[in-house]
């Protein structure tokens, strides 16, 4: 009868437990195992366990799918779940285990040395006894791994030393995982020393950064969990251990300078992983002096090494990123028995534990950005960019009291044409890609006009996705350094040195293209200052076409304006700023719209390969394509025209809509700015002084009129020198009536 009432008691018991901490990550991870295990039978667990060692782990499901832990290959067992036991004949673990006061459920979890170590040090009687008690038990294992000398010593003076030891694993009242929160703070029964709780969101629960490796074993008077090491006692700060550790003295001597060390001596729960003396001698001694010699950037690198977590090294079983004091992030991980920082094994020692948090010896020293100088902010893809940078003497320019952008281009940026490259012409391509001011990602805005060191002018081009400078897109990376920050480029930058009209102009493969615009009256636009973005057909898009077919588009302006502009739109857009495989629609100055988007690196317009994009001008663009351009909605009216237009045009039908015209295009789509000096004309004023003036005034001469030396009668011109509103359009040719000698004069607009 006892029996039968002790199972029933105890069922009811886990059950209500069970209940009550579905909450609690390490319960969660603990239901994941009973799921997995499932086709085992009831009450069967699945572990898994690193090969190579004892160590065994409920996982989460990263861990579980990838069939490792820390790195190291994961065998899978099954084993009863906590609280159960097998039955002869039956699958699974059907049976609850038998309840027990505190010490003999000890013995029922295998914490046979704990037990026994009860037994000689007189805590048997007591944990036999009534009350509610929370056992941390070490393993058998644990206590063979504990320090041999301090073994020896509890065990040489069993009545005082591990009494003791025993009951600073003790807590006065009964704990399951549930309550035991993340950050919690118990007091033990011995000399109300503090049991530091950490409850992790991976399931697993520390005591002063041991693990409960099986828990919740429920007793008469109280619960068992047992943890993987002995707990030693805890009374010291962070800062206490290294104002006395020896091996810490440059750790000391920067935390002192910087005003941190404090913070490390004030309640809390950090983590430090802290370099040692041999580490801060490993850096270069221009590095570190300067550092030291910055409180800025020495604050920076203390508190780069702090988090405010207490992380333990066992509750790593793969990579996490924490955010540190300093504000940056490192990623913690593990490999095997070894802890990693940001992928590398560094940690000499690990969980020393203090009454604040834990500390991890480490033997480099973590320099985060913000201690960084610009030019050291370069990663191992933009090793070509910083070293030359160095090699030219560029590096020198950049004081650490000055304030710059680098634009650090790609390794694969740089060809063997461009290394081989004069090093004056190099060294001013390098200042090309340093600006003079200090400018983060999120200040950066569409129209934005950037100075060098050089003193050029970079134009910034925002888009849905990408930011670019001139010809050149960002990709991830950017980083904040101490005087200056960084951003990688996909390329080189090349800022524009000429207008769309002297790129086509310069260049042979333009030629008919830019005869046609010439001809329809558009070379004015392409070379005013604005925001254009022009298709380009080279001269191959113009096989077949014969003078008479360059006449007959010629005569009818209206036509040749409607296929013109249709390679023309307003603003600026950089093949590589769009979204790859996302098809971008750009209305046209002629009215219709063309289909862009980079397929592979290569732009397709109305699903044509660009030849060559992004070629860079004061005033826009230029992408190069072989065909013509014409908008698929268009209707041609007249039988010449079409016969032309097909002879150049085959990748689209053209529609025939008989009698059918095209729109007049005005040139009113761009608005030059008229600038002009007000003039008071006197008795004495003759012509030659006029244009005098007008020239001495005007910055730049782009319309021409016919006059003599009545000029200041014509009605136009008086009203613009006295300072009314501008004249919209001038008429190429105008003549005024007057006497017999006829000159040109220049009229100037800009």
């Known amino acids: 009868m006892k029996i039968f009432f002790l199972f029933t008691f105890s069922t009811f018991l886990l059950s209500a437990f069970e209940q009550a901490t579905a909450s609690a990550h390490y319960d969660k991870i603990l239901t994941h195992s009973r799921i997995r295990a499932r086709d085992q039978g009831p009450n069967v667990c699945a572990l898994q366990q690193v090969m190579g060692t004892k160590k065994k782990y409920f996982s989460t499901c990263r861990n579980w799918y990838q069939g490792a832990i820390c790195g190291k290959k994961a065998t899978v067992l099954y084993e009863c779940c906590p609280g159960y036991m097998k039955m002869d004949g039956t699958r699974g673990c059907p049976a609850v285990a038998p309840i027990d006061h505190v010490y003999g459920t000890l013995g029922i979890v295998g914490a046979t040395s704990t037990q026994q170590y009860s037994d000689i040090s007189k805590l048997r009687e007591e944990i036999e006894g009534r009350g509610s008690f929370t056992f941390f038990a070490p393993s058998n294992e644990a206590w063979e791994q504990l320090n041999s000398e301090i073994h020896r010593n509890l065990v040489d003076n069993v009545n005082i030393e591990l009494y003791n030891a025993l009951h600073h694993h003790m807590v006065n009242k009964r704990m399951l995982t549930k309550d035991l929160k993340n950050g919690m703070t118990l007091v033990s029964m011995y000399n109300d020393q503090k049991l530091l709780i950490n409850h992790y969101p991976n399931g697993v629960v520390t005591v002063n950064c041991a693990r409960i490796i099986h828990g919740n074993q429920i007793a008469t008077n109280g619960v068992v969990h047992v943890i993987d090491r002995v707990l030693t006692a805890v009374g010291n700060t962070i800062q206490d251990f290294i104002e006395v550790e020896d091996d810490l003295s440059s750790l000391r001597a920067a935390a002192i300078t910087s005003d941190v060390l404090d913070i490390l001596g004030r309640p809390g729960h950090y983590t430090l992983f802290a370099p040692t003396n041999e580490a801060f001698e490993r850096l270069p001694r221009g590095v570190l002096e300067r550092i030291m010699g910055d409180k800025v950037a020495s604050e920076a690198l203390v508190k780069f090494h702090i988090l405010n977590t207490l992380q333990c090294s066992e509750a790593i079983t793969g990579g996490a990123v924490y955010e540190t004091l300093e504000g940056n992030t490192v990623e913690v991980g593990c490999d095997g028995e070894s802890l990693t920082v940001n992928g590398v094994k560094m940690v000499k020692r690990k969980d020393i534990v203090t009454s604040n948090g834990v500390i991890h010896l480490i033997d480099e020293v973590l320099i985060p950005d913000s201690a960084k100088q610009v030019i050291e902010l370069g990663g191992a893809q933009q090793t070509t960019f910083t070293d030359l940078v160095a090699q030219l003497g560029l590096a020198s320019s950049l004081r650490p009291e000055g304030q710059y952008t680098l634009l650090a281009p790609l390794n694969g940026a740089f060809s063997d044409d461009t290394l081989r490259m004069d090093q004056r012409l190099l060294k001013t391509i390098l200042q090309n890609h340093i600006i003079k001011v200090k400018v983060g990602l999120n200040e950066l805005y569409n129209g934005q006009e950037l100075e060098t060191i050089g003193g050029k002018l970079l134009r910034v081009f925002v888009y849905r996705t990408a930011v670019c400078i001139e010809n050149s897109c960002m990709v991830r990376g950017s980083k904040e350094g101490r005087n200056g920050f ?99 629609i750009l209305k046209t100055i002629q009215g219709g719209k063309l289909y862009l988007k980079t397929v592979n690196d290569t732009l397709l317009v109305n699903e044509l390969k660009s030849r060559e994009s992004d070629l860079m001008a004061t005033n826009g663009v230029i992408h190069v394509i072989d065909k013509l351009l014409y908008p698929a909605d268009l209707p041609v009216g007249n039988d010449q025209l079409l016969t032309i237009l097909k002879k150049l045009i ?21 608005s030059p700015e008229i600038k002009y000096t007000r003039i008071t004309a006197g008795g004495s004023d003759n012509e030659e002084k006029l244009k005098k003036l007008l020239e001495e005034e005007v910055t730049k001469v782009t319309k021409f009129i016919e006059g003599d030396g009545h000029l200041l009668e014509d009605e136009e011109i008086k009203r613009l020198l006295q300072g009314e509103a501008p004249v919209r359009r001038v008429q190429p040719t105008r003549r005024t009536q007057g006497g017999a000698a006829r000159r040109r004069t220049r009229l100037a607009y800009s």
């Open 486 to 584: 960084i951003h990688i480029f996909r390329q080189i930058i090349n800022p524009a040195e000429k207008t769309l009209h002297e790129m086509l102009r310069n260049d042979k493969r333009f030629s008919v293209f830019l005869s046609l615009v010439k001809a329809a009256d558009l070379d004015d636009v392409l070379s005013r200052p604005g925001e254009w973005t022009l298709f380009v057909p080279t001269n191959d898009a113009f096989k077949g076409l014969t003078d008479d077919d360059k006449d007959i588009l010629i005569r009818d302006k209206n036509a040749l304006r409607n296929i013109l502009l249709y390679h023309l739109t307003q603003g600026v857009f950089i093949g590589s700023g769009f979204e790859p495989g996302v098809t971008n």
């Open 650 to 670: 085959k990748y689209i039908q053209i529609k025939f809509v008989r009698d059918s015209t095209f729109k007049e295009i005005p040139l009113t789509f761009y």
